[in-house]
């Protein structure tokens, strides 16, 4: 495997058939995707989280068709995020794509979101990888926004992700 830069990475990307002979273009989605959704429905993903915690405590190990069952259940819940994820994925957050994917059918919706995923997480591994970030920040979230919504007191600073939260950058040899 050689080294490349990032401008010459290749984004994997697969086709969605949308009906007739149309298609469309998929990536899997990255952190800052997530996160910008995630900053667009901030009460729809503390609800979706709450559940996921009470889903995951209740059955314990966390697998694919655990997190694929909770997936569907949550986008019944949220259409419009199911609706802008595609968009996204599709690289086209304009008002008239948003538009399209929100009237795609429910099939078609479900095999975008299926396709996502599995240009997103390669592997089981990587699964509970990402899960286990996931989970750990959308609670100090949810511990954030409900600070926020006690309202402010004279002992609140600023909030900051406890020690050892995310990676850390090391210094090259050459800097």
């Known amino acids: 495997m050689s080294k490349k830069?990032?401008?010459?990475?290749?984004?994997?990307?697969?086709?969605?058939p949308v009906g007739g002979d149309q298609t469309i273009e998929l990536r899997g989605v990255s952190l800052a995707d997530i996160t910008m959704l995630f900053n667009r429905h901030t009460a729809a993903m503390a609800d979706?989280?709450?559940q996921f915690m009470a889903l995951k405590k209740q059955n314990g190990e966390i697998t694919p068709d655990f997190v694929g069952n909770f997936i569907f259940e949550g986008?019944?819940?949220?259409?419009?995020?199911?609706a802008e994820l595609?968009?996204?994925?599709?690289?086209?957050?304009?008002?008239e794509a948003l538009a399209v994917a929100a009237r795609l059918p429910a099939t078609v919706q479900a095999e975008c979101?299926?396709?996502?995923?599995?240009?997103?997480?390669r592997s089981e591994a990587e699964l509970k990888k990402l899960v286990g970030?996931?989970?750990?920040?959308?609670?100090?979230?949810?511990?954030l926004i409900a600070r926020i919504?006690?309202?402010?007191?004279?002992?609140?600073?600023?909030?900051?992700?406890?020690?050892?939260?995310?990676g850390?950058?090391?210094?090259?040899?050459?800097?």
Do not use: H, W
């Open 5 to 16: 830069s990032l401008r010459d990475v290749i984004i994997a990307r697969t086709e969605v």
């Open 48 to 50: 979706i989280f709450d």
């Open 75 to 82: 986008i019944t819940q949220v259409p419009e995020m199911v």
């Open 86 to 95: 595609i968009c996204i994925a599709n690289d086209d957050t304009e008002d």
């Open 113 to 121: 979101i299926m396709a996502i995923l599995e240009l997103s997480i």
């Open 133 to 143: 970030v996931a989970t750990k920040a959308l609670g100090y979230v949810t511990t």
């Open 149 to 166: 919504k006690s309202g402010p007191k004279e002992d609140q600073t600023a909030f900051r992700f406890p020690d050892g939260f995310g």
């Open 168 to 175: 850390s950058v090391k210094e090259s040899a050459s800097s």
